[in-house]
């Protein structure tokens, strides 16, 4: 994919060492080349590996309208709900350790690998025979994509500037919201393999999906790209003169390109800045609502909506359109004017006015309609927390440890997201609704403080009476 209407900021050299000699013979159409071509290898790759995590975490809610429910009897008790749940217990533990060792091994290696091997435990899952197996598999599944998000966060946040980012990360989560769009049509296509091989059609669901993945990981060794300084030697990228140009870019911007050798102290010291658990519990919020929708729109369709199985899976995909087109719209107004607070709480407002649509209308097409609302809102402020935290932060194991509390929280707001809406508020599921709204109005809530906290510290640096983050010409971005 190629930006070539972004207002890339040109990198203006003043020719006093040799990486400046180097940017004096780059005209401004040569460094959008390059930058565009970082977009089209590193953005493009990353969201199709995460296009399909997306897809294989959530792909429990199509497996259960195709028949897995009465074939391992999850509709006993809470089975269903913690077979959605366990997945996220290693996946928030095995956060931190896997973005220090990501940052060690190099993302190419790394992000690869586990990708391959979360394959593997995919195809595993068309062949359980009982509940229990599932829940193990899906264990198994959070320890490997535990390191997958954060990752990719961390990686892309080391090549932008602050204020290319959010296009980037719309992009790589757009794609995303790609999957989730066409996971119930891909869905309904495999139910139709029922009878094969002597396997029920939702085994078959996992079974492709899981053949897929391993696919997408094993070109990922060769696709993916590593960190700036070591980005040269990526098969077929770019040269060494044009990683300086994106490592010249990136300092002018925060001066954080290169990474201090590992202490663990020096890992976890970034947790004492309290601003950071703010972004994260904006980033719980956010998720809770986006994880809820995706594991349990279909079954709203299908039980709250009342519409067949077959409409249930095709009509999960406009509402994820929808939120690509808000995503991407908010994310080029977020770059272009440079703020980030008021693009996160519009998409709360929107989300707020979408769930008591979906929940209380007497209308099943009204309530459609409010499907797009909150679904919109909520995906579109994936990107745009990322990057607030992103803009909003300096040093590498910062950004490290940063990434792996945001994910984190994430993931807890997927455990959250699972319990939801339970089986037993079928079929309107109110308690859900209002969960949803309370996680909205709390993400407004959190911005309001950070913004305050903020545009005081930046009033502070104007003044020269205080360094943000360590580098004197660093400003907060609201």
């Not at 980005?231 to 300092?251: M, P």
């Not at 809820?292 to 279909?298: D, G, N, R, V, W």
Request: some cysteine; aromatic content about 14%; overall charge positive.
């Amino acid at each position: 994919m190629s930006y070539s209407d972004d207002k890339i900021e040109v990198v203006h050299s003043n020719g006093s060492n040799a990486t400046d000699d180097l940017l004096e013979e780059l005209s401004p159409a040569e460094q959008r080349r390059i930058i565009h071509r970082v977009d089209r290898r590193l953005v493009i790759t990353t969201g199709a590996m995460y296009c399909i995590s997306l897809m294989d975490r959530t792909n429990l809610s199509a497996a259960v309208i195709a028949g897995m429910t009465e074939e391992l009897r999850l509709d006993i008790g809470y089975r269903y709900s913690l077979v959605v749940l366990i997945f996220f217990i290693p996946y928030v533990i095995f956060q931190f350790p896997a973005t220090a060792v990501v940052r060690k091994l190099g993302p190419r290696k790394f992000l690869a690998s586990i990708t391959l091997m979360w394959g593997a435990v995919m195809i595993g899952f068309g062949f359980v025979s009982v509940w229990t197996q599932m829940l193990a598999l899906r264990f198994i599944l959070g320890v490997f994509e535990a390191g997958f998000f954060p990752g990719s966060v961390y990686l892309l946040s080391t090549w932008y500037a602050r204020y290319d980012m959010q296009k980037r990360y719309s992009v790589f989560y757009l794609i995303g919201c790609f999957a989730s769009a066409l996971a119930g049509i891909l869905a309904y296509g495999l139910m139709q393999m029922k009878g094969l091989a002597d396997l029920n059609g939702w085994r078959w669901i996992f079974i492709i999906e899981g053949i897929i993945t391993c696919l997408i990981g094993i070109a990922g060794y060769w696709l993916l790209v590593d960190f700036p300084e070591q980005a040269h030697k990526s098969w077929k990228f770019l040269n060494a003169e044009e990683v300086a140009f994106i490592v010249r870019r990136v300092t002018k911007d925060r001066d954080d390109v290169k990474a201090e050798p590992f202490k663990l102290s020096r890992f976890l010291r970034p947790a004492l800045d309290l601003k950071i658990w703010g972004f994260a519990l904006i980033f719980f919020a956010t998720t809770t609502v986006s994880y809820a929708i995706a594991f349990f729109l279909p079954i709203i369709l299908r039980d709250g909506l009342k519409f067949s199985t077959a409409k249930s899976q095709c009509l999960v995909a406009p509402p994820y359109a929808f939120a690509g087109i808000m995503m991407y719209g908010s994310a080029y107004l977020g770059d272009k004017y440079h703020f980030r607070g008021p693009i996160i709480v519009f998409n709360a407002i929107m989300a707020l006015i979408g769930l008591p649509i979906m929940g209380f209308h007497t209308s099943n097409s009204v309530r459609y309609f409010g499907v797009f609302l909150v679904t919109a809102g909520a995906n579109a402020n994936v990107p745009a927390t990322l990057t607030y935290q992103a803009n909003n932060i300096r040093g590498q194991w910062k950004r490290a440890l940063c990434s792996a509390t945001l994910v984190g929280f994430g993931g807890i707001g997927g455990i959250a997201g699972s319990l939801v809406f339970r089986s037993q508020d079928h079929p309107s599921y109110r308690p859900g609704i209002y969960a949803c709204i309370a996680c909205n109005l709390l993400i407004i809530l959190l911005v309001g403080v950070l913004s305050i906290y903020m545009h005081l510290c930046n009033k502070k640096q104007s003044s020269g009476r205080k360094s943000i983050e360590g580098l004197a010409s660093f400003r907060y971005t609201l």
